[in-house]
């Protein structure tokens, strides 16, 4: 038998509008009918993946929630409690429905059992991967997620890339001018993951660059706090000049330099590193020291992390950039130059290492370099 939720303490916050608190009464209202009904559901696709990380929904406005469906008479009597509580039906496909609500987007996924195995939009997955679940606080609603949700989550956004870009489905996008602003959304998104899809390469001045925000994505100021929050002191600073500014004063580089916390590289992380908890709450050094060391050989991407479990000096400690060669001034512009930074609307997208390393070379007192920039 299944194991029953087992309640889970949450210690993250993150902002709560009414927006979130209406799309987190729409999950509640299906999950009710869900208990009802006796069928089991849990948060799935993004959704999963926000709640799970961060206790939010996504900020694409869009929510899913899976339910185990025993046979289509079960997904016929959930269809029908969910329209009583006042839901309108979109669209619904053999895998899915597409519901809305207060203006607001919702797909039930349809997981449905076969040797064992669910399929998934496309994926396969076993069946005991959601045996047993947990409890998660979601905008002051409890919701279920599967008790492995991190090894869902590697799954799901590692092995194959292209769900995160297309998790809205097809059904949304024969809906409405939301679903063709997201696809579009999407689209350049995937591109740029990929390295294509910006716009026209630009060199960017140095005024340019010290009015860039640092990070905008909600998610990324979550899931990489305490690596943000040194740099920034405590979240008070957004622009890259303001960075500058702030550690350029010597006695808050100093104290900076007591607070640094080196991450524990013995044991593995879970893929892709930007979504692991584990990776960016152990320790506050990523961003820190790359200013402080600025720009240096060998230091290789998140990709490679487990690849130097247990190596000494630890991965992106002081002792291991120290004992990185140096760039020269032509080695960083050849950089740069072949790899240029992503902006949108005055911020950076992708790139932030080698802004922090220009960061360190500021405020050392040594000159600018122009960056290559592209604009989504």
């Not at 947990?134 to 799954?155: C, G, M, Q, R």
């Not at 060998?298 to 479990?309: C, D, K, L, M, S």
Request: charged share 25%.
């Amino acid at each position: 038998m299944p194991e029953k939720p087992s309640s889970v303490v949450v210690n993250h916050e993150f902002p709560s509008d009414s927006t979130c608190l209406v799309r987190a009464e729409n999950l509640s209202l299906v999950a009710s009918c869900c208990k009802e009904l006796g069928l089991r559901y849990w948060l799935s696709g993004r959704t999963m993946l926000y709640g799970s990380k961060l206790q939010c929904l996504p900020i694409d406005n869009f929510d899913s929630i899976g339910v185990e469906i025993p046979d289509e008479k079960s997904c016929t009597k959930l269809l029908l409690a969910v329209l009583s509580k006042g839901f309108k039906e979109v669209k619904r496909t053999v895998s899915n429905s597409l519901l809305k609500k207060d203006g607001h987007l919702l797909e039930i996924d349809y997981f449905i059992k076969n040797d064992g195995k669910y399929s998934f939009r496309g994926h396969s997955l076993a069946t005991d991967g959601f045996q047993s679940l947990e409890e998660v606080l979601v905008h002051k609603h409890l919701f279920s997620i599967p008790t492995n949700a991190d090894k869902l989550i590697h799954k799901l956004y590692t092995e194959r890339r292209d769900v995160f870009f297309t998790a809205v489905p097809k059904a949304v996008q024969d809906t409405s001018i939301f679903a063709i602003r997201w696809m579009r959304h999407l689209a350049k998104r995937t591109l740029t993951f990929f390295g294509y899809g910006a716009g026209k390469s630009r060199i960017l001045s140095e005024d340019e660059f010290r009015h860039l925000q640092f990070e905008r994505d909600l998610f990324n100021k979550q899931i990489r706090k305490p690596h943000l929050d040194i740099i920034t002191d405590n979240g008070k600073i957004e622009t890259i000049g303001g960075i500058i500014d702030y550690l350029k004063n010597r006695e808050v580089l100093e104290k900076v330099k007591k607070d640094i916390i080196e991450t524990p590289m013995s044991k593995s992380f879970l893929e892709p590193m930007h979504f692991d908890h584990n990776f960016w709450h152990s320790g506050n050094n990523f961003f820190i020291n790359c200013i402080l060391y600025s720009f240096r050989h060998g230091i290789p991407p998140y990709e490679e992390v487990n690849e130097y479990r247990c190596s000494k000096p630890a991965l992106y400690s002081g002792d291991f950039y120290r004992a990185q060669p140096e760039m020269s001034d032509h080695e960083i512009v050849k950089i740069l130059a072949d790899s240029p930074i992503i902006l949108k609307d005055g911020a950076l997208i992708s790139g932030r290492h080698r802004a922090c390393a220009m960061i360190g070379r500021l405020i050392s007192g040594k000159p600018y370099i122009p960056f290559i920039a592209k604009e989504l």
